[in-house]
């Protein structure tokens, strides 16, 4: 299989560069903002975004302004779709239907789901630099 097809890609402005950080803003639009009746239709968005690539191999050679594309694999990305919406929505479900069953309070049933949420954000919160040297993003520069 061809490695490129195996990419997420995305063009970008470089941010800031501090230590091993660079921190990259990237353009993302959903799969309908590159239509021709984009204008039109209140379906079409893209936002900025900033993404943080660690490395010291990218903070000696790049500065604000510079023009990079940023890779991470489909692997990468399958995981970080997993954990950010995945698992908080079987967990939400999960709990809003276990709470509403035993107790037959939707209401309670809805704000215990969302409680149950917290401890899960939580725990991302404390493993985020163990995440972060697992999911990793690369830079690659247009005229490097």
């Given at each position: 299989?061809?490695?490129?097809?195996?990419?997420?890609r995305?063009?970008?402005?470089?941010?800031?560069?501090?230590?091993?950080?660079?921190?990259?803003?990237?353009?993302?639009?959903?799969?309908?903002?590159?239509?021709?009746?984009?204008?039109?239709?209140?379906?079409?968005?893209?936002?900025?975004?900033?993404v943080?690539?660690?490395?010291?191999?990218?903070?000696?050679?790049?500065?604000?302004?510079?023009?990079?594309?940023?890779?991470?694999?489909?692997?990468?990305?399958?995981?970080?779709?997993?954990?950010?919406?995945?698992?908080?929505?079987?967990?939400?479900?999960?709990?809003?239907?276990?709470?509403?069953?035993?107790?037959?309070?939707e209401?309670?049933?809805?704000?215990?789901?969302?409680?149950?949420?917290?401890?899960?954000?939580?725990?991302?919160?404390?493993?985020?630099?163990?995440?972060?040297?697992?999911?990793?993003?690369?830079?690659?520069?247009?005229?490097?």
């Open positions: 299989m061809n490695n490129m097809a195996e990419k997420i995305h063009s970008g402005i470089v941010d800031s560069v501090s230590g091993d950080c660079v921190k990259v803003r990237i353009l993302q639009t959903s799969a309908c903002a590159s239509c021709k009746v984009a204008g039109y239709c209140n379906a079409s968005e893209s936002k900025e975004k900033i943080d690539v660690y490395g010291r191999e990218y903070a000696g050679r790049l500065r604000v302004g510079d023009s990079v594309v940023v890779t991470a694999s489909r692997e990468v990305a399958m995981s970080a779709l997993a954990i950010g919406f995945g698992v908080p929505f079987v967990i939400l479900v999960v709990v809003l239907f276990a709470v509403a069953w035993l107790t037959s309070d209401t309670l049933g809805a704000l215990v789901a969302i409680a149950a949420l917290a401890p899960y954000y939580l725990a991302l919160y404390l493993l985020r630099d163990k995440m972060r040297s697992r999911m990793t993003f690369s830079i690659e520069a247009d005229e490097f």
